[in-house]
């Protein structure tokens, strides 16, 4: 991780090339890095047993002699035993092991081992089948707790604790100390040394325990420092004043009244935009709660005060859907609203650059391709991220250092690649990071270059503002992380009118009823969904458990939607929509979806974010085993948004019970916030929002669900730290910002 310099593998004691590189996929390069390669869980190998005195069935260790050579004997091709003989002083030994030849001789007679294993009792024989063994009083893989550590093919466990031994036995010492002294005191955490030390290696249960409190303190000690600085960072800063119009004044643009907490929501932001000082503000709502009107009312107001608006959604689907949308509700104000996305290039794109620099567009909507390196705004004012949890902490953070700096994307990476996949990632190599070019800052040519040259300036007239939106319910203990940085308005309360999208899980027998169904609501006059579980670029394959059946790929999916059309649904239209159709094709299903004009849409999940179509009243999910809870809530929020009564019907012919009970949760409830607990207590924060998506570094030891409480504790003490120290900069501090530093690599503007 740090410097690469320190004692490598190759050449340690039995790892030669092959294990090393075996090693490296583990992420482990230096022997210090095993320091840093926690088990992941532990066997209790302390309890030692005299032979004639073991109880059938019990796992135990056993010290005894080899009473004669082993014997060797070949069953048939393929399956060789070899047979020992150990006695101690109550009584004899019987030991079995299956194709280890070479055991014969490494037992030799006369000397003395450590036997663990689980011992069997037939009348008066007692017997282990391959047992673990080592010399007497070499203590390391017997007579022990035990640290089992993830491995690798050709990676035994016992490489991994020797390597381990060397390594605590060598670094342990000289790790430095994060943790401030009066922090440790305070909160009764052991010093590093001893954690590193009993995290391989516990003495006792104790001393695990206190080990691994210590670690899991440390790390979120760290996350939420980082957190505060960043915060803190941003908390400052001027912002302009934007008073170009209030929450009433919008209301009348709107076809409805808005909910009284779209109200609050809008006095909050334009409370924030007349503030001077910078917003940085979180709009939560549960699917369908009606965000996009509050986004509306942020861009039209920004407008309004003469200023540009830009709103980043995380699919060009959803960008699309919000261009429509904005253009309809705001055009007849006066707004002028572009769309940019990544598909667009060549004259059309050209144009409306050369209208966005010349302010002749009021709101940019777009993906990522916002902050395309020839995208240039004249007058940027405020900054809307539609669905944040796609986006990430290290995206928000970069955002709001455009505001601390000239609008630039000087520190915003590329994403990497499919829709709602990766992260966006700075990087030096790419040229986005640090350093990288400066080009879209809001004077242009010249001025531009100057400001590169001095990046960091502050502007005259103030940060530019940001708005985030977030669809997704997050549990309490992880908003308090994840937003930590932020001011929050919660959209709790749903438009009037809206009853519960009714839910089913349903086998694979149903289905001839399922298409009975559809074909009922097509009469009634609705819309359907059908949703497959694709696997859309970039975003791997499974994503719970191995048990369930393959995602289809894109052919598949394609495969099954003209199937439907042809054999299923002849009298009906039936659509496709995916991840890697063309901008343009994706935009004309999705724009006759919503006209109407498509009955039944076969789509991947594409349309789990922001898509509305308040027409659609039924949405089929398939294998939805494949799914995470709060991404089938998503999903299932794509319908329930008009007059009509809703259903979401869960596909799959999973025979696992846990799958099929954690489905069944879904259709007991649809408060998104339970879901998501529900989610969290299930999967972990990890994978709560797919893979990484909540942003955050990622944690080693800390488990946000089950660590609640010392979550707690660390972010008070991280919060006490910032503000007695707020750059962290006295020197009994240094160790700890090094960790912060360390911890959060992707946001290198975190100190300065
Ligand atoms: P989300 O919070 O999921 O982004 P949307 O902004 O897409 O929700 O709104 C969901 C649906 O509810 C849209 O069709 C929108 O027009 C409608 N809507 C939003 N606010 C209201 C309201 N106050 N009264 C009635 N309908 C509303
Ligand atoms: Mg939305």
């Given at each position: 991780m740090s410097d690469r310099s320190g004692i490598g593998l190759t050449g340690l004691p039995g790892i030669g090339p092959a294990r090393a590189?075996?090693?490296?996929?583990?992420?482990?390069?230096?022997?210090?890095?095993?320091?840093?390669?926690?088990?992941?869980?532990?066997?209790?190998?302390?309890?030692?047993?005299?032979?004639?005195?073991?109880?059938?069935?019990?796992?135990?260790?056993?010290?005894?002699?080899?009473?004669?050579?082993?014997?060797?004997?070949?069953?048939?091709?393929?399956?060789?035993?070899?047979?020992?003989?150990?006695?101690?002083?109550?009584?004899?030994?019987?030991?079995?092991?299956?194709?280890?030849?070479?055991?014969?001789?490494?037992?030799?007679?006369?000397?003395?081992?450590?036997?663990?294993?689980?011992?069997?009792?037939?009348?008066?024989?007692?017997?282990?089948?391959?047992?673990?063994?080592?010399?007497?009083?070499?203590?390391?893989?017997?007579?022990?707790?035990?640290?089992?550590?993830?491995?690798?093919?050709?990676?035994?466990?016992?490489?991994?604790?020797?390597?381990a031994q060397r390594a605590v036995t060598l670094y342990a010492p000289r790790r430095e100390e994060t943790v401030p002294q009066r922090v440790r005191m305070e909160h009764g955490l052991c010093q590093v040394e001893f954690a590193y030390q009993n995290i391989h290696f516990p003495a006792d249960f104790q001393a695990l325990e206190a080990a691994r409190r210590r670690m899991i303190f440390e790390?979120?000690?760290?996350?939420?420092?980082?957190?505060?600085?960043?915060?803190?960072?941003?908390?400052?800063?001027?912002?302009?004043?934007?008073r170009g119009g209030t929450p009433a004044e919008f209301a009348a643009l709107l076809p409805f009244a808005p909910t009284g907490a779209q109200q609050r929501a809008m006095v909050d932001i334009a409370g924030d935009l007349a503030s001077g000082r910078a917003m940085n503000r979180l709009v939560q709502g549960d699917v369908g709660s009606g965000k996009t009107a509050v986004a509306a009312f942020g861009a039209w107001l920004c407008a309004r005060s003469g200023c540009q608006c830009a709103l980043m959604a995380p699919t060009e689907l959803l960008a699309e859907q919000h261009a429509r949308t904005l253009d309809a509700m705001l055009g007849p104000a006066g707004v002028r609203v572009g769309l940019l996305t990544g598909g667009g290039r060549g004259s059309g794109r050209k144009a409306l650059l050369a209208a966005l620099a010349a302010g002749e567009i009021d709101l940019l909507v777009g993906t990522h391709a916002l902050f395309s390196s020839d995208v240039v705004y004249a007058n940027l004012g405020l900054v809307i991220a539609d669905e944040q949890h796609r986006f990430g902490v290290a995206q928000r953070a970069a955002l709001a250092v455009k505001g601390a700096t000239p609008w630039a994307p000087s520190k915003m990476g590329r994403r990497e690649s499919g829709e709602g996949g990766g992260d966006f990632i700075p990087t030096a190599a790419n040229g986005m990071g640090p350093g990288g070019p400066v080009t879209a800052c809001r004077d242009g040519g010249a001025q531009r270059a100057a400001l590169a040259a001095q990046d960091g300036v502050e502007e005259q007239d103030g940060q530019t503002h940001v708005l985030v939106m977030s669809a997704t319910p997050i549990p309490r203990t992880l908003a308090l992380i994840i937003y930590g940085d932020l001011d929050v308005s919660i959209l709790d309360e749903l438009p009037p009118g809206r009853s519960p999208v009714a839910t089913y899980l349903v086998g694979e027998d149903k289905r001839q009823r399922l298409y009975g169904f559809v074909r009922t609501q097509v009469a009634q006059g609705r819309q359907v969904y059908i949703v497959c579980p694709a696997v859309e670029e970039g975003e791997g394959g499974a994503r719970w458990g191995q048990e369930d059946g393959p995602a289809l790929d894109l052919k598949a999916v394609t495969t099954y939607a003209k199937d439907l059309q042809e054999r299923v649904f002849p009298e009906l239209r039936v659509g496709l929509v995916h991840g890697r159709m063309k901008t343009r094709e994706k935009e004309s299903v999705m724009a006759a979806f919503a006209a109407g004009e498509v009955d039944v849409l076969v789509a991947t999940t594409v349309v789990e974010v922001g898509v509305d179509v308040p027409n659609a009243a039924l949405i089929i999910i398939e294998n939805a085993e494949r799914f995470g809870l709060s991404q089938l809530h998503q999903l299932r929020g794509r319908v329930g948004r008009g007059k009509h009564q809703s259903y979401c019907v869960l596909v799959t012919s999973s025979k696992s019970e846990a799958a099929r009970e954690r489905l069944r949760a879904l259709c007991a409830t649809n408060d998104g916030f339970q879901i998501a607990e529900e989610d969290l207590r299930l999967r972990g924060p990890g994978d709560f929002f797919g893979k990484r998506q909540h942003g955050l570094p990622q944690l080693k030891v800390a488990d946000f669900a089950a660590d609640v409480d010392l979550l707690q504790q660390a972010k008070q003490a991280a919060e006490a730290l910032v503000a007695a120290d707020p750059g962290l900069d006295r020197p009994e501090h240094a160790p700890l910002r090094r960790r912060v530093r360390k911890m959060f690599e992707q946001e290198p503007e975190i100190f300065n």
């Open positions: 590189a075996k090693l490296a996929r583990l992420g482990l390069e230096r022997l210090e890095d095993v320091l840093d390669y926690f088990p992941f869980r532990y066997e209790d190998r302390r309890s030692i047993q005299a032979i004639g005195e073991a109880q059938d069935g019990e796992v135990c260790c056993v010290v005894a002699m080899v009473a004669r050579r082993p014997e060797l004997s070949r069953v048939r091709k393929g399956l060789e035993l070899v047979k020992a003989q150990v006695v101690d002083d109550t009584g004899a030994l019987h030991l079995t092991f299956f194709n280890q030849a070479y055991l014969r001789d490494a037992l030799r007679p006369g000397e003395r081992y450590v036997f663990y294993g689980r011992i069997e009792v037939m009348g008066r024989r007692r017997s282990m089948t391959n047992p673990v063994f080592e010399r007497e009083g070499t203590g390391q893989v017997t007579g022990r707790i035990l640290p089992v550590y993830s491995l690798t093919a050709g990676i035994t466990n016992r490489v991994m604790v020797e390597l790390e979120l000690l760290a996350l939420t420092c980082g957190m505060a600085l960043l915060k803190g960072r941003r908390g400052h800063g001027a912002g302009r004043v934007l």
